[in-house]
C-alpha cells in the first residue's frame, strides 16, 4: 500500500482512500480506526477529507485531544484518543480528573514535586503571621561553592548544631568560671590566715583584725557563688544540652531516611515512565504492521503489545501513587520536625538567656561593688529577641515557601 493510504474501517465502502497531507490512521487498543495530524497534533474519530469543511464519513467526535494509552500520553509519540471508562485513568486519591505528564505545570527539584511558579498561584502560608521554619525550607540551595545543593532542612540542622555547639561552650565557661572562684575562694581564705601584724595591739590592732576576717567572709562568698553556678546554671545546662542532643539526632535520622526513600520512589516513576513509552513505540510498530499487511500473527501480537502498554501503564500508575504517598508523608514529618526543631530553638535561647540571667545576679550578689561590669550585660539579655532574630535568620537562609505537591501522571 502507498503511503497515506489505509484501509477502510469496518462498515465502510470497500475502497483505497487517500489521507490528506500530514495526517496518519491508527488503531485503538479497541480495535477502533482515528487519525492523527502529525503537524498539529490534532486527533478525530472521523477520515479527514482532502476538501476543506468536508469529512469523508461521519464520526462521533473531532477536536485536538491528545493521544493517550491507559490514560497517559508520551510527548511526541501519537498513541490512542481515551475511550469511555476502560481508557480513563484515575488516581488513588479519589481524583477522577486525567492529566498529562509533568509538564509546564510541575517540576521536580531533587526528587521532589513542585508547582510551576508561572502556572499556578503562590500557596498559603502555613503560619502566615511568623516566619517560622516551617514555610520557607521546602526547596533545596546550592553550597556556596556551587559544588552542589543542600537540601533546606539540611540549613536548619545546620543551625541547630551551631546551637548545641553554643550550649557546650556556654557549659565549658561555666566550668571554667567555678574553677576560678573555687581557687579565688581558696586563696582568699588562705590569706586571711596570714599572721603578720598579729602582735599590733590597739585600736589599729582591731582595725587589722578586721580586714583579715573579711577576707574569710569573702571567700566564704566566692565559695557560695561558685556552688550555686554549679546547682544553678551549669548542671540545668547540662542537663539540657543531653535532651537536646538526642532530640536532634532523631529528627535528623528520621528525615533523612524519608528523604531517601522518596528519591528511590522518585527513581521506580522515571524507570516506569520509560518502560511506558518504549510499550508505546512497540505498539504503534505493530499497529503500523498491520495496516500494511493484514494477517493473524500481526492482530496477535497487537493484541500482546496492547497487553504489555496497558500493564506498563498500571505499573506507572502504581508508582507514581507510592511516590505520592512517600511525598506526603515526607511532608507531614518536614512539617512536624521544623515546628520541633523551631521549639527546640525558642526553648534553648531561653534557656541560655535565662541563666545568664542568673548569672549576672549570682554575680551581684557576690560582688556588689562590680555592677558597672555586669550592667550592661543585663541591658543587653533584657532585649534578647527570638522572634525577631529568627525572622532575620529566615530572611537571610531562606530556600522557598512553595510547597511540594503530588505527582501527576
Not at 79 to 102: C, F, N, Y
Amino acid at each position: 500500500m502507498k503511503p497515506g493510504m489505509v484501509p477502510p474501517p469496518p462498515g465502510e465502502e470497500s475502497q483505497t482512500v487517500i489521507l490528506p497531507p500530514g495526517w496518519q490512521s491508527y488503531l485503538s487498543p479497541q480495535g477502533r480506526r482515528y487519525y492523527v495530524n502529525t503537524t498539529t497534533n490534532e486527533t478525530t474519530w472521523e477520515r479527514p477529507s482532502s476538501s476543506p469543511g468536508i469529512s469523508a464519513s461521519p464520526g462521533p467526535h473531532r477536536g485536538s485531544l491528545p493521544p493517550a494509552v491507559n490514560g497517559y500520553h508520551a510527548s511526541g509519540t501519537p498513541a490512542h484518543p481515551p475511550e469511555p471508562a476502560h481508557m480513563s485513568l484515575r488516581k488513588s486519591t479519589g481524583d477522577s480528573q486525567v492529566r498529562g505528564p509533568i509538564k509546564g505545570g510541575r517540576g521536580s527539584i531533587n526528587c521532589v514535586t513542585f508547582p510551576h511558579p508561572d502556572s499556578m498561584p503562590e500557596q498559603q502560608l502555613l503560619k502566615p503571621t511568623d516566619w517560622s521554619y516551617c514555610d520557607y525550607f521546602w526547596a533545596d540551595k546550592k553550597d556556596p561553592q556551587g559544588n552542589g545543593t543542600v537540601a533546606g532542612f539540611e540549613l536548619l540542622l545546620q543551625k541547630q548544631l551551631k546551637g548545641k555547639q553554643m550550649q557546650k561552650e556556654m557549659s565549658e565557661f561555666i566550668r571554667e568560671r567555678i574553677k576560678i572562684e573555687e581557687e579565688y575562694a581558696k586563696n582568699l581564705a588562705k590569706l586571711s590566715q596570714n599572721s603578720l601584724a598579729a602582735q599590733e595591739e590597739g585600736s589599729l590592732g582591731e582595725a587589722w583584725a578586721q580586714v583579715k576576717k573579711s577576707l574569710a567572709d569573702e571567700a566564704e562568698v566566692h565559695l557560695k557563688f561558685s556552688a550555686k553556678l554549679h546547682s544553678e546554671v551549669e548542671k540545668p545546662l547540662m542537663n539540657f544540652r543531653e535532651n537536646f542532643k538526642k532530640d536532634m539526632k532523631k529528627c535528623d535520622h528520621h528525615i533523612a531516611d524519608l528523604r531517601k526513600q522518596l528519591a528511590s520512589r522518585y527513581a521506580s516513576v522515571e524507570k516506569a515512565r520509560k518502560a511506558l513509552t518504549e510499550r508505546q513505540k512497540d505498539l504503534e510498530i505493530k499497529t503500523q504492521q498491520l495496516e500494511i499487511k493484514l494477517s493473524n500473527k500481526t492482530e496477535e501480537d497487537i493484541k500482546k503489545a496492547r497487553r504489555k502498554s496497558t500493564q506498563a501503564g498500571d505499573d506507572l500508575m502504581r508508582c507514581v501513587d507510592l511516590y505520592n504517598q512517600a511525598q506526603s508523608k515526607w511532608f507531614e514529618e518536614m512539617v512536624t520536625t521544623t515546628l520541633e526543631l523551631e521549639r527546640l530553638e525558642v526553648e534553648r535561647v531561653e534557656m541560655i538567656r535565662q541563666h545568664l540571667c542568673q548569672y549576672t545576679q549570682l554575680r551581684h550578689e557576690t560582688d556588689m561593688f562590680n555592677q558597672s561590669t555586669v550592667e550592661p550585660v543585663d541591658q543587653l539579655l533584657r532585649k534578647v529577641d527570638p522572634a525577631k532574630d529568627r525572622e532575620l535568620w529566615v530572611r537571610e537562609h531562606k530556600t522557598g515557601n512553595i510547597r511540594p505537591v503530588d505527582m501527576e501522571i
